[in-house]
């Protein structure tokens, strides 16, 4: 292609189409040639995408995959519905440029085809009826983008980067929520209810985007759990991760941490310090209880996220910023800014996107999860196979966690400290947790109290249980409170799986994987 004034392609009658000499329409993989404007990230983007171009304009569809082909796409041309509907059969298509009046059917009853059987295809519609209603309705069946015929090679080419964009985003964004939901330790952040279901599919998204997150829940949630696994799976990975106590330190000393200061700003700056924004250097700036901060320094950060640039006390000259801010509190911004506590105009920055995190009492199906990774953390460094007894399990299931997940880690350690075994009982769990289950099941009075010895006697060997029939209750409960997960309730019992299953055939439940 030449470069220079951008021809067009495609015009509106479909005959007398403009285009450049392209190469021989094939339905192979065309070969990425270089074109001027190429850019490295639009190569990276395209790199093993696949594109299917649907025309029954053959120059349009010659110099649509010429063009492609330079973006570094393998392309594949066809001029029907039914030689598209066998390329997608094939799979592997990851952007479709769809030309939307086609003989047998037009292009929209492919597009609904599209959505429905390969929804993870980007299709971008081409219409020579530069109507808004041709537009608005393929967008509605769900195109991800479209082209009015005729176009530039700059128009064509944009509309594909952005497309090879959005497919890359798409593909990074399932990848890393299948990750958050089914990898121990991403991050720490453990469960499978809902709730995390639904956070997970909120930080696939915005951990690839450099957006200020603001990041709401009560205290020892996971807040900065949270934040630092943003950082860990976005694009600035391998950059630092900043975390700032914004409630801990003096107005004064927050206000160097964060904008720096040169020497002889003030008494006792002996030295030039680079703030913490400045240092980042692209990485992330974690501002936890940003509720905290005065409103002098809310103004002074209002105008760094504004501008993108600080200036250190003492400094004639504003220093650019590249750094990412997250931030986090337990309070309710809405209240304060309604009181006058907090800007309004910074909350609206920060909040661009809000995550809430839901205490541990609104997702106790995450407790036995939770209990049992932190549970092998203690016992990887101790070097003592510890389990939960169904007593133990049964208590941490009905208990609110007024403090959350730090009250509960905070719990696990100290009835492991506290364990005359490697199995940890009710007993050795914090004394407010025991109070908590006297209170909900109180023990019943002894009924045989005032029967005959003789019936005492009896009533005594009635209860007498064998040692196989508790261990058989104790492995059919923790399954039960578990919803069947038998290998966490392996973990759970401190058996192995083996065992579990043995156990369970020798009950006749069916205990095969």
């Known amino acids: 292609m030449q470069s220079g004034k951008s021809p067009s392609f495609g015009s509106p009658g479909k005959s007398g189409t403009k285009h450049s000499k392209a190469g021989q329409e094939s339905s192979s ?5 270089e074109t001027p404007r190429e850019t490295m990230s639009a190569r990276a983007r395209a790199a093993q995408m696949r594109v299917l ?14 063009i492609a082909a ?3 796409f393998s392309t594949q041309a066809v001029e029907s519905i039914p030689a598209a509907r066998a390329a997608l059969a094939v799979g592997g298509i990851d952007v479709v440029l769809l030309d939307l009046k ?23 519609v081409m219409t020579a009826f530069a109507t808004v209603t041709s537009a608005v309705e393929a967008m509605r069946t769900g195109a991800g983008d479209y082209l009015t015929k005729p176009f530039t090679l700059e128009e064509l080419s944009l509309t594909l980067e952005r497309a090879a964009q959005r497919r890359a985003f798409d593909v990074e964004s399932r990848s890393l929520r299948e990750r958050l939901r089914t990898v121990k330790g991403m991050g720490n952040l453990i469960g499978r209810s809902p709730a995390m279901e639904k956070l997970y599919r909120i930080l696939s998204k915005v951990a690839h ?38 409630g801990s330190l003096m107005p004064s000393l927050i206000e160097s941490e964060l904008f720096g200061h040169t020497k002889g700003a003030f008494a006792g700056a002996e030295r030039n310090k680079t703030g913490l924004l400045v240092s980042a250097e692209g990485g992330t700036v974690f501002l936890d209880e940003i509720s905290e901060l005065p409103l002098e320094l809310q103004t002074k950060l209002l105008r760094a996220l504004q501008e993108k640039e600080i200036r250190p006390a003492g400094s004639m000259h504003a220093v650019p910023i590249h750094a990412r801010i997250l ?17 309004k105009d910074l909350y609206f920055r920060l909040n661009i996107v809000s995550l809430r995190i ?8 995450d407790i036995p999860l939770l209990a049992a990774h932190l549970l092998e953390q203690l016992a990887h460094d101790k070097g003592t196979p510890y389990s939960f007894s169904d007593d133990a399990l049964r208590l941490m299931m009905e208990y609110d966690w007024p403090a959350n997940v730090r009250e509960l880690e905070h719990a696990i350690e100290r009835a492991v400290a506290l364990s005359s075994g490697p199995v940890l009982h009710m007993k050795d769990f914090p004394t407010q947790l025991q109070d908590f289950q006297q209170h909900a099941h109180p023990p019943e009075q002894a009924v045989t109290a005032a029967k005959p010895e003789t019936d005492r006697a009896q009533a005594g060997s ?25 290998l966490m309730a392996a973990k759970l019992l401190g058996i192995g799986k083996t065992t579990l299953y043995r156990k369970l055939k020798e009950y006749g439940i069916g205990g095969e994987e």
């Open 358 to 365: 839901p205490p541990l009492r609104e997702r106790k199906e």
């Open 102 to 124: 086609l003989p047998a059917g037009g292009g929209l009853t492919l597009l609904e085809e599209i959505r429905g059987k390969h929804p993870e295809t980007v299709v971008v």
């Open 209 to 246: 985007s450099r957006h200020p997150v603001l990041i709401l829940g009560e205290s020892g949630v996971g807040k900065e759990l949270v934040a630092r696994t943003i950082h860990l799976n976005g694009p600035s990975a391998e950059m630092p991760f900043i975390p700032v106590d914004c």
């Open 327 to 343: 931030a986090a509190t337990n309070r309710d911004l809405n209240v304060m800014v309604e009181s006058g506590k907090f800007r």
């Open 29 to 33: 993989t065309h070969n990425a040639a």
């Open 70 to 72: 330079g973006l570094g």
């Open 53 to 66: 171009i649907v025309d029954d304009d053959l120059p349009v569809r010659r110099a649509c995959a010429e």
């Open 462 to 486: 009635q209860q007498v249980i064998s040692i196989a029939e508790m261990e058989k209750q104790a492995i059919l409960n923790t399954i039960q409170q578990l919803k069947g997960d038998k």
